[in-house]
């Protein structure tokens, strides 16, 4: 069964970083494009960052120069860095893998938060 598990969420102070990682089961990066998304109460998940299966990266324009995806591909992991935090990063963050076999699989979500 595929399976993501996402995992560093937790309390940090504004300006300061994490990094979250997306532990995955029966995944291959050569057929599934990776992601992070985000999501507050109230609102929809809101794309984050991606990496597709050729490598490329896209980001969210508020998230740009602050936050970078990469994937080891020897531990079937992808990763967010998050730095410079700022409170409006606070959100439930969501790792997707999505191809165009499959419906797109989520991860339970793990707590960003940002605060003195």
């Given at each position: 069964q595929v399976q993501l598990v996402e995992s560093g969420g937790g309390l940090?102070?504004?300006?300061g970083s994490l990094r979250l990682s997306c532990a995955t089961t029966e995944?291959?990066?050569?057929?599934?494009?990776?992601?992070?998304?985000?999501?507050t109460p109230g609102n929809q998940r809101e794309l984050v960052a991606?990496?597709?299966r050729g490598g490329t990266t896209?980001?969210?324009?508020?998230?740009?120069?602050?936050?970078?995806?990469f994937r080891d591909i020897t531990k079937n992991t992808?990763?967010?860095q998050?730095?410079?935090l700022k409170p409006e990063d606070t959100a439930v963050y969501y790792c997707n893998a999505r191809s165009i076999f499959t419906a797109p699989y989520w991860g339970q979500g793990t707590q960003v938060t940002v605060s003195s």
């Open positions: 940090v102070q504004p300006g995944i291959s990066f050569s057929n599934f494009d990776m992601g992070w998304y985000r999501q991606t990496i597709t896209i980001y969210a324009d508020v998230v740009k120069g602050r936050f970078i995806i992808v990763y967010l998050m730095n410079s």
